[in-house]
């Protein structure tokens, strides 16, 4: 069976559901994001599909078809109805497991039958109606269309077509008095009460409904009424209860895991999509990127998703920013102020990766993106950072064991790294670790408080977070494409630690 997911192969459940969460996920919040999208529609199955991560160019592009096709109202109309049909099938074969009655056994496996494959004839007439363009619902459409024109199937709905249509013929008549009830199979079609609503209606007189106290039928099992009317039709009508029987016990299993895959697959795009237009309904860019072989990147206002869902629901504001790099540009340096927003649009920057390669739109107005084998990321406030060997010990062990994986199509997350050594340590050691990274090619995002390293090639792009210039060095979370200088952070450095002008100069007077 063809996947929605991947173009090479179909992964079951069972294997999806044994891939690891990715080291990246945490860093860049995106294990909150999938905590959100789960909790908000209900769909903590789909959660390991996050965890399938394309490292390849036709894999991104195999799935933005998908996304581009669910894109269509009538496309997305159809997927949707074919996930409730076939989840209806679903239930009526957890309610044939659930009875004991081996009638009711096998009609609810007659009405499984029916709804299963009646919910891939409508989809399958969906698309001749409107043809979808992706590879994947092109494949889907076919097979689909295949089973159904097995002589096998066609056998199998014939029959619960038959069985359905005489079942539907079933009438009788239900008197029911206080003390007993009465059943007889000579029943009068005629509708009484409209008569006497109508005529109650013109009195003026407002008809109460009284519920039930109790549940009339408590279980799935049939009540003793429901059996002693079954046992009457089936007197009246053996030969077609033996037919209903003979079906249902020798029917096979027709709800395959396969199609069962598809429906995770399906609605993991849809989740994502739903979730990312809510975004988009609260005034946030979303955008599918342009995925490219080359390493040009560009990113046009964009945002933590993440904060950006926390912020909505606040109703506060989430600055966007643009992130550009040029083909022959190695690596972006971003540098300025604690608390000045770099953190935040790292995470950006990788959360925008990630959903690129994975087929999904990205929290951008624009983007296009190189295409990605692997995102690294290794930020400063991970925990268990410090261990018993200490905080530098295990960053370099960490980035040590990061070079082993790397390629010229890996992207590298960085976030203020060697923080607890000396400046001049710092500075050195950065610079060792960007030479090895550009030897491996790698696309590298370095938030860093050594901001000399900006200025160690022409071909590193400097971003600085900016402040308000009034001598306060408010933050404004706009973070700019400038050289770096340094100035803003030492100034916050200083006024942090009362060593600025004003502050010294109060000092010694006091003196």
Known sequence: MISLFLPEQMMSYEEVSQLPVPSFFRNLNLDQYVRSLCEMYDESELRPYFYCVSRDYATAKYRQEVVHDLEDPEIRE????????VGEAVNCRQCADSVSATVQKCKWYVDCVNAYYQAMEDLCLAFNRKPPKSRAFYGLHQELFHILNTATVKRLRATSKTLNDEFAKFTFHLTINKDKASFDLAYDPADYCGPIRTALAHGNVVLDVIPFRDQPFPSMDLSPLEGFILKQLEKENRQLFLQLVAFG??????ISQEILDILRELRFYLANMRY????????????MPLIVKDKELYMDDCYDIVLANRNMQEEKEVVLNDIMKANFEKAIIVTGPNQ???TTLARAFGQCVYFGMMGLYVPAGVCKLPYCSGIYTHFA????ADGVEGRLYNELV???DMFEDLDN??????NELFTSAPTMDSLAMSRDMMKRLMARNAIVFYVTHTFEIAFDSDDYVSLVATVVEDGSFRRTYRIIRKQADGVAYANSIANKYKLDYSHINYRLRKK
């Not at 016990?249 to 027709?254: A, I, K, Q």
């Not at 990312?276 to 955008?287: C, D, H, Q, S, V």
């Not at 406030?381 to 268990?384: I, L, Q, V």
Request: aromatic share 4%.
């Open 381 to 384: 406030n991970e925990e268990g």
């Open 78 to 85: 159809a997927v949707n109805s074919f996930i409730a049909k």
């Open 340 to 342: 000045g927003g770099k």
């Open 398 to 400: 960490r980035i040590r």
């Open 276 to 287: 990312m237009e809510r975004l988009k309904e609260g005034g946030f860019p979303i955008t």
């Open 249 to 254: 016990e020798r029917g096979p299993e027709v």
């Open 409 to 414: 199509h890996s992207v590298v997350i960085l």
